[in-house]
């Protein structure tokens, strides 16, 4: 499918041109890509080598692919290539209603600049053209990267082995309908320790929503080893969250899958808190509601349970409003001053969540 679309973009350097390529641009995306793939090896990163980008296979691109480069005057800025199937990658889930974003690079002299977002939004309105909303893929176990795609409004969709046991995360763009409750997760990382000391304001508060894993006033020590070795999809037993207010790009919670049980198909969502400054508007369910899409869905979980203290009456019902069902009591669980208070415990199954989820 040809979109022959050229268009200027802005960024901190100036102003760039992006063209569809032909065959005549093969030697500067060569340069672009095995520049791009130079610096992750640099940077410890195995992700693309350098030797891996050969002529012959990118002129291939200009017939098989879409090719598009950012051009600052006569120079190639950065570049990427869109597909309209892509089985190798996505596998079961490859749908041709999609457009597949691959091989986008900057520049070392742009980087810094934000030109990759730049450039896939642009991707992002390509693909809007032909009808499609865009896909792309990364690899798994470089939690950053994934953060950063996050970051620019894609969302998980799982996890697939591409050959040789090399793991790749599959990402969806987000639609913009301008829907001003709309929430997005993203990694919680050292960039949000700060939202999280800020919400918990009291021993007893932060008790009542990270039980006992988290200890007042939190630090950024205990944060750390929170997260050490967590969001990796395939083989973490922890993948933690920050909820983003689409809309104002405020991060206003925290929510996590914890205990993560590939064998048997189960999880535990936790560590459920929100800004006091933008409750009331139903972006708690929102959240809950992407975190169980994320379980039953990007990682084809079978069971999400969760606890709750019997005096979080407001949670209670949200909980059930969502679809849980409560299993069962544990006595007298946890004391906050002088009193023992009960933890329900509650769950849902993936065949509910399928019966439920668009309404959620």
Same mark, same amino acid.
């Given at each position: 499918?040809?979109?022959?679309?050229?268009?200027?973009?802005?960024?901190?350097?100036?102003?760039?041109?992006?063209?569809?390529?032909?065959?005549? %641009?093969?030697?500067?995306?060569? &340069?672009?890509?095995?520049?791009?793939?130079?610096? %992750? &090896?640099?940077?410890?990163? !195995?992700? #693309?080598?350098?030797?891996?980008?050969?002529?012959?296979?990118?002129?291939?691109?200009?017939?098989?692919?879409? =090719?598009?480069?950012?051009?600052? +005057?006569?120079?190639?800025?950065?570049?990427?290539?869109?597909?309209?199937?892509?089985?190798?990658?996505? +596998?079961?889930?490859?749908?041709?209603?999609?457009?597949?974003?691959?091989?986008?690079?900057?520049?070392?002299?742009?980087?810094?600049?934000?030109?990759? +977002?730049?450039?896939?939004?642009?991707?992002?309105? !390509?693909?809007? %053209?032909?009808?499609?909303?865009?896909?792309?893929?990364?690899?798994?176990?470089?939690?950053?990267?994934?953060?950063?795609?996050?970051?620019?409004?894609?969302?998980?969709?799982?996890?697939?082995?591409?050959?040789?046991?090399?793991?790749?995360?599959?990402?969806?763009?987000?639609?913009? !309908? +301008?829907?001003?409750?709309?929430?997005?997760?993203?990694?919680?990382?050292?960039?949000?320790?700060?939202?999280? &000391?800020? #919400?918990?304001?009291?021993?007893?508060?932060?008790?009542? #929503?990270?039980?006992?894993?988290?200890?007042?006033?939190?630090?950024?020590?205990?944060? !750390?080893?929170?997260?050490?070795?967590?969001?990796?999809?395939?083989?973490?037993?922890?993948?933690?969250?920050?909820?983003?207010?689409?809309?104002?790009?405020?991060?206003?919670?925290?929510?996590?899958?914890?205990?993560?049980?590939?064998?048997?198909?189960?999880?535990?969502?936790?560590?459920?808190?929100?800004?006091?400054?933008? @409750?009331?508007?139903?972006?708690?369910?929102?959240?809950?509601?992407?975190?169980? @899409?994320?379980?039953?869905?990007?990682?084809?979980?079978?069971?999400?349970?969760?606890?709750?203290?019997?005096?979080?009456?407001?949670?209670? @019902?949200?909980?059930?409003?969502?679809?849980?069902?409560?299993?069962?009591?544990?006595?007298?669980?946890?004391?906050?001053?002088?009193?023992? =208070?009960?933890?329900?415990?509650?769950?849902?199954?993936?065949?509910?969540?399928?019966? @439920?989820?668009?309404?959620?």
């Amino acid at each position: 499918m040809n979109l022959p679309i050229t268009r200027e973009i802005d960024t901190p350097l100036g102003s760039l041109t992006v063209d569809r390529a032909d065959s005549s %641009m093969a030697g500067e995306v060569l &340069r672009l890509l095995r520049e791009a793939a130079q610096w %992750m &090896r640099d940077n410890g990163l !195995t992700q #693309w080598r350098p030797e891996q980008f050969k002529e012959e296979d990118i002129l291939t691109y200009f017939s098989e692919r879409e =090719v598009y480069v950012a051009m600052k +005057g006569s120079e190639a800025a950065g570049m990427f290539t869109l597909q309209f199937s892509d089985p190798q990658y996505w +596998g079961p889930r490859n749908d041709e209603g999609f457009a597949y974003l691959h091989r986008l690079a900057v520049g070392l002299p742009f980087r810094g600049a934000g030109l990759g +977002g730049k450039l896939m939004e642009f991707a992002a309105e !390509t693909a809007k %053209m032909s009808g499609r909303r865009l896909r792309l893929d990364t690899i798994e176990h470089n939690v950053k990267l994934n953060r950063y795609y996050q970051t620019q409004g894609f969302r998980y969709m799982g996890t697939n082995d591409v050959g040789g046991g090399r793991l790749v995360n599959l990402y969806e763009k987000m639609e913009n !309908t +301008g829907d001003n409750d709309a929430v997005r997760l993203q990694y919680f990382d050292e960039s949000d320790f700060d939202c999280l &000391r800020r #919400w918990s304001v009291s021993p007893e508060f932060l008790k009542q #929503w990270a039980g006992p894993s988290l200890h007042f006033p939190v630090q950024d020590e205990e944060l !750390t080893k929170y997260i050490a070795g967590s969001n990796r999809p395939a083989e973490s037993e922890l993948l933690a969250y920050s909820a983003v207010h689409v809309a104002t790009g405020a991060v206003i919670g925290h929510i996590s899958l914890a205990g993560i049980d590939r064998d048997n198909g189960s999880a535990r969502i936790g560590r459920v808190v929100l800004d006091p400054e933008y @409750r009331g508007k139903g972006l708690s369910r929102r959240m809950m509601g992407e975190a169980m @899409r994320i379980g039953f869905e990007g990682l084809e979980l079978h069971r999400l349970a969760l606890g709750v203290f019997d005096f979080n009456t407001s949670a209670i @019902r949200a909980y059930e409003a969502l679809g849980f069902r409560r299993e069962g009591e544990q006595l007298e669980a946890a004391r906050f001053g002088e009193r023992y =208070v009960n933890l329900i415990d509650m769950a849902m199954l993936d065949r509910e969540w399928h019966e @439920r989820k668009s309404q959620l």
